[in-house]
């Protein structure tokens, strides 16, 4: 009887065991199904992949995509990101659609990631930040630009973005609802490049993304009535024909996580 006694133990103890680890098993290799889950919402964990991924970002986004591109290839070592391409939305929308290579689009508005979506390059795409123009000028003012009207004067040099580029567009919209007809001296691929010559004092004043102006101490902003109501939306998607599918849909996914969020806000970018 005793022996019959352990034996049963015995047996009920593998069963336990064994029921344990079917638990334990989650899709991220956490110590539960749940916290699985969980990691690989985040990005922290999740299934092997691997392969080199090609993101087409809007130029807005280089200090943010830079330390997500470099946080994911930390957590995934076999994926590699490639030098992201960063440009004015519209050109990399035009590059797309003409046939370059890449695996993830990023767009600044949702009017160019509809050109990509509608060519049948990618799928349904998710918004996953926000952004707002500011007045921006050199440091110190130097042109005494007090406000948007201050555009319309001949005798300040103004620069922004051209009318394709979606900060270009939000340019248009905040400054057609001040009734301001802008003096502009040059139009700019890119929010970039506006930036540039603002900060290097080439131009009195120019529009730029709130997330822009806080990225050099050689640039000051001017209170900026109306921009609130001119909100970009940005919006990413993987792209048909992906290398890497996997790692291209994983990318997206860290963007969209908590984690990826926590970086785009910590440098301005509002909510989708």
Same mark, same amino acid.
């Given at each position: 009887?005793?022996?019959?006694?352990?034996?049963?133990?015995?047996?009920?103890?593998?069963?336990?065991?064994?029921?344990?680890?079917?638990?334990?098993?989650?899709?991220?290799?956490?110590?539960?199904?749940?916290?699985?889950?969980?990691?690989?919402?985040?990005?922290?964990?999740?299934?092997? #992949?691997?392969?080199?991924?090609?993101?087409?970002?809007?130029?807005?986004?280089?200090?943010?995509?830079?330390?997500?591109?470099?946080?994911?290839?930390?957590?995934?070592?076999?994926?590699?990101?490639?030098?992201?391409?960063?440009?004015?939305?519209?050109?990399?929308?035009?590059?797309?659609?003409?046939?370059?290579?890449?695996?993830?689009?990023?767009?600044?508005?949702?009017?160019?990631?509809?050109?990509?979506?509608?060519?049948?390059?990618?799928?349904?795409?998710?918004?996953?930040?926000?952004?707002?123009?500011?007045?921006?000028?050199?440091?110190?003012?130097?042109?005494?630009?007090?406000?948007?009207?201050?555009?319309?004067?001949?005798?300040?040099?103004?620069?922004?973005?051209?009318?394709?580029?979606?900060?270009?567009?939000?340019?248009?919209?905040?400054?057609?609802?001040?009734?301001? #007809?802008?003096?502009?001296?040059?139009?700019?691929?890119?929010?970039?490049?506006?930036?540039?010559?603002?900060?290097?004092?080439?131009?009195?004043?120019?529009?730029?993304?709130?997330?822009?102006?806080?990225?050099?101490?050689?640039?000051?902003?001017?209170?900026?009535?109306?921009?609130?109501?001119?909100?970009?939306?940005?919006?990413?998607?993987?792209?048909?024909?992906?290398?890497?599918?996997?790692?291209?849909?994983?990318?997206?996914?860290?963007?969209?996580?908590?984690?990826?969020?926590?970086?785009?806000?910590?440098?301005?970018?509002?909510?989708?």
């Amino acid at each position: 009887m005793r022996t019959r006694r352990t034996s049963i133990a015995a047996l009920a103890a593998a069963i336990l065991l064994l029921a344990g680890c079917a638990v334990g098993a989650g899709p991220g290799g956490g110590t539960d199904a749940e916290t699985g889950v969980a990691e690989s919402q985040s990005g922290s964990a999740g299934p092997d #992949i691997s392969g080199e991924v090609t993101v087409f970002a809007a130029a807005s986004l280089k200090t943010g995509f830079d330390e997500l591109a470099a946080e994911f290839e930390r957590r995934h070592p076999a994926v590699t990101i490639a030098p992201i391409s960063y440009d004015g939305s519209s050109t990399l929308a035009t590059q797309l659609i003409e046939g370059a290579p890449a695996d993830v689009f990023a767009s600044a508005d949702e009017t160019n990631m509809r050109k990509v979506v509608d060519a049948g390059l990618a799928a349904t795409p998710d918004v996953f930040a926000t952004n707002r123009l500011t007045l921006l000028v050199p440091a110190g003012n130097p042109g005494s630009i007090a406000g948007l009207a201050d555009l319309a004067d001949e005798e300040r040099t103004v620069v922004l973005c051209a009318p394709a580029v979606p900060c270009g567009a939000a340019s248009e919209t905040l400054l057609s609802d001040a009734g301001v #007809i802008a003096s502009v001296d040059s139009y700019e691929q890119n929010v970039t490049a506006v930036l540039t010559k603002v900060a290097s004092g080439e131009a009195d004043a120019g529009l730029v993304y709130v997330t822009d102006a806080a990225l050099t101490d050689d640039v000051e902003t001017v209170d900026t009535p109306g921009a609130d109501d001119v909100v970009n939306r940005y919006p990413i998607a993987a792209l048909a024909g992906a290398r890497s599918p996997e790692a291209a849909d994983a990318f997206v996914a860290y963007v969209l996580s908590a984690d990826g969020q926590a970086v785009l806000r910590r440098l301005g970018f509002g909510a989708p």
